[in-house]
């Protein structure tokens, strides 16, 4: 009997069908679990690779579970290949523990763009945050060297953006130069998700419509909320990558949409902490996601893209 169509690919969302490599909880929301279900709100089709799959994440007393290696990966690739499934309009890279499992996601960048030229590679190069590196040091060359390269738009944090320009951001003008360095690597959009600078937080995002030229710059100011979050950074990429998908010339507007989500979610998910008589500030706090989904497919726009001229 002759395989049905796959409808995801016969008949395409307007939107696309997205590859997204990330870590899976059983518990709480980071990785896939924070990614897939918003950009399946927002119209997407995904196809989700469980990069660990654990009981919950790493900041508990303990967890459990397995890591995925970069041959079983392979595999999947491999099964996906062999029934002509390989075709996707966008991947999705979160955090990666491993310099196999890095160079395996390399050859999955290569695969998917021999079956599309036209693949969106967005990048999320989790490395470390606060000065502190939480991936074996090899995988910073490999990001600077090979990834980077390929990605088509990348969504460090400042740290991130410093171990991979080798630049020091001080003030809003590093921010804005760091984000060309990385252009001249590479990728036409990049958005630095979070930069701590005088007491405020700042997204600086850039947009190089055409190679050599001068990118489109913004800058969004958000509040520091003085809680620690888990599966923050998973969701905002994801909602950039909706987003600017959407409006591929407006990274500004898409990155305001993300930033009114990530933010109205934010402040619900404070709220019933504190509802249930939890101190925010003691421990990393589980994202209320699926209490916030109607902020993720309408967002209301309270934080505005500032441009740069």
């Not at 050859?107 to 074996?136: A, F, I, Q």
């Not at 947009?207 to 100011?221: L, M, R, Y």
């Not at 109205?264 to 925010?280: E, N």
Request: proline share 6%; glycine share 8%; aromatic share 8%.
């Amino acid at each position: 009997m002759a395989a049905p169509p796959i409808l995801s690919l016969a008949l395409p969302s307007e939107t696309g069908r997205v590859l997204s490599i990330q870590s899976h909880t059983v518990q709480g929301y980071v990785g896939n679990k924070s990614a897939v279900f918003p950009l399946q709100l927002l119209g997407y089709d995904v196809d989700p690779i469980n990069s660990v799959q654990f009981s919950n994440h790493t900041g508990y007393p303990t967890f459990k579970g397995q890591v995925l290696n970069g041959q079983q990966l392979g595999d999947l690739i491999a099964g996906l290949e062999e029934n002509n499934l390989l075709y996707y309009t966008h991947l999705l890279t979160g955090y990666i523990g491993s310099v196999s499992f890095l160079n395996a996601v390399l050859e999955v960048v290569h695969k998917l763009r021999s079956v599309n030229p036209k693949l969106t590679y967005v990048c999320d190069p989790v490395m470390g945050d606060d000065g502190k590196l939480y991936v074996p040091t090899e995988l910073v060359a490999i990001y600077r060297e090979k990834v980077v390269p390929v990605a088509s738009m990348l969504t460090p944090n400042q740290f991130e953006a410093e171990l991979l320009t080798g630049f020091r951001i001080v003030t809003e003008k590093d921010g804005r130069e760091a984000c060309n360095i990385l252009h001249a690597s590479g990728p036409s959009k990049v958005v630095i998700t979070s930069i701590n600078m005088e007491g405020n937080l700042l997204l600086i995002g850039s947009h190089q419509k055409e190679k050599g030229h001068s990118p489109d710059q913004f800058k969004i100011v958000m509040p520091k909320i003085p809680a620690y979050f888990t599966g923050t950074g998973d969701l905002m990429t994801a909602l950039l990558l909706g987003w600017s998908n959407k409006y591929p010339d407006n990274l500004d507007k898409a990155a305001e949409l993300a930033v009114s989500s990530l933010q109205a979610l934010l402040q619900r998910t404070l709220a019933d902490y504190v509802k249930v008589g939890f101190a925010p500030q003691s421990s990393s706090l589980e994202i209320r996601l699926v209490q916030s989904q109607d902020d993720i497919r309408h967002p209301e726009v309270k934080y505005k893209a500032e441009r740069y001229t």
